[in-house]
């Protein structure tokens, strides 16, 4: 009797099986032309098990079609068609009860020479401290190729720039879609690159890095990828001393305590150079409050603060902590990581906002001047 239940036992869970999974048609479609495209190669991804390919087709034609795709529990997948070495995606989320599904990913065609992309959005930030200038820059590209194609060769076409006197890369990354992807500058003949492509629509690239400054005068030179109508230079504290060729005060940002600058139509290939001087942003609080000792450029704290202040500080150690104790199986995990990053960076740059803002004789100041440090903390376990 016994083994006759798990007879049954088993036919059920293999039909429960077969009944929750089916075929999925991937179709490939030429964005540059509109009609059937090809990819060199068709990858499906399954999210729900650490972006595990589950199957792959090389050197598809119009479309290509993958059996045994589970649509059960929270199956999401992700569909990478490659095509002259870039990759083009699609999410899938198959219905349930369902034993056919048709979806499609368009593929681009492929030149060379990005001929028709402009910067639609940028902004350059230089915040002073004592002893470094922390320097944020963020610029939004178009390709707006007609028709579409993408712009690729190796080793990148995305075009950055990084001083030779940086200290600390905090950030390099580049996004076309939703999640960005972290790299490096490639030097070349031409410059440096970033190893991506531009696609039909638009991408960001962003940055953040150190440079050494000596709380009086300090240099940031900035070098132009693109043709950038009106750019943008913000400053912190606004009473910061900047100068260049070009470069006029445009206003003053009173809610986020920024000075700005302007200078109008940059071109590509532009070498900037801005001379700044001035008391920079106090590292340290007064020694009643906190003991800080620097250490090849990290900020150490030995705390004696209100409760308030250490609880909000050991909340954000303790998601550094928990942040480090789920980073490591899975690409999952490792977005998660990334977001996390992602977001602790964000506070990083509404903290600074808010020190500027402060009164400059308000404890409201040295509070917020310890969570900036602890944000900083927590940043340094978890990259």
Same mark, same amino acid.
């Given at each position: 009797m016994n083994r006759i239940v798990i007879k049954h036992l088993l036919l059920s869970i293999l039909l429960a099986g077969i009944l929750n999974a089916g075929d999925l048609r991937v179709n490939i479609i030429n964005g540059t032309n509109n009609t059937k495209g090809n990819a060199d190669r068709v990858a499906l991804m399954d999210l729900s098990s650490g972006m595990a390919e589950t199957a792959a087709a090389a050197n598809v034609t119009g479309s290509t079609t993958f059996s045994d795709v589970t649509s059960e529990g929270q199956s999401q997948y992700l569909i990478r068609a490659t095509l002259n070495g870039i990759t083009y995606s699609e999410m899938f989320?198959?219905?349930?009860?369902? =034993?056919?599904?048709?979806? *499609?990913?368009?593929?681009? +065609?492929? &030149?060379?020479?990005?001929t028709s992309v402009k910067a639609v959005d940028s902004y350059f930030v230089i915040y002073a401290f004592e002893t470094q200038l922390y320097i944020r820059k963020l610029l939004d590209l178009e390709n707006v190729?007609?028709?579409?194609?993408?712009?690729?060769?190796?080793?990148?076409?995305?075009?950055?720039?990084?001083p030779e006197n940086v200290t600390e890369v905090e950030n390099v990354s580049f996004k076309n879609g939703t999640m960005p992807l972290n790299s490096q500058p490639i030097q070349t003949e031409d410059g440096q690159v970033l190893p991506y492509a531009l696609k039909p629509g638009t991408s960001q690239i962003d940055m953040s890095y150190y440079l050494p400054?000596?709380?009086?005068?300090?240099?940031?030179?900035?070098?132009?990828?693109?043709?950038?109508?009106?750019?943008?230079?913000?400053?912190?504290?606004?009473?910061?001393?900047? =100068?260049?060729?070009?470069? *006029?005060?445009?206003?003053? +940002?009173? &809610?986020n305590g920024l000075a700005i600058y302007s200078i109008n139509g940059v071109k590509a290939g532009t070498t900037l150079q801005f001379k700044v001087s001035g008391q920079g942003i106090s590292e340290t609080a007064p020694e009643e409050h906190a003991n800080h000792q620097q250490n090849t450029g990290?900020?150490?704290?030995?705390s004696r603060m209100d409760l308030s202040t250490e609880l909000a500080i050991s909340g954000v150690l303790i998601l550094a902590a928990l942040i480090a104790l789920f980073m490591s199986v899975t690409?999952?995990?490792?977005?998660?990581?990334?977001?996390?990053?992602?977001?602790?960076?964000?506070?990083k740059i509404a903290l600074l906002k808010q020190y500027a803002s402060t009164d400059k004789d308000s404890s409201e100041r040295d509070k917020v001047l310890y969570r900036l440090v602890s944000v900083y903390k927590t940043l340094d376990r978890i990259k």
């Open positions: 989320v198959p219905t349930a009860g369902v =034993s056919a599904w048709e979806t *499609s990913v368009t593929v681009y +065609d492929t &030149e060379p020479e990005a190729s007609n028709p579409p194609v993408s712009y690729f060769k190796s080793p990148g076409v995305v075009k950055v720039f990084l400054y000596d709380n009086s005068a300090g240099e940031v030179i900035e070098k132009i990828g693109y043709d950038v109508d009106h750019y943008h230079v913000y400053t912190m504290p606004m009473d910061l001393n900047i =100068s260049g060729s070009g470069l *006029s005060r445009e206003g003053t +940002d009173n &809610e990290r900020i150490v704290v030995e690409q999952q995990n490792e977005d998660m990581k990334q977001e996390s990053i992602l977001m602790l960076k964000e506070q």
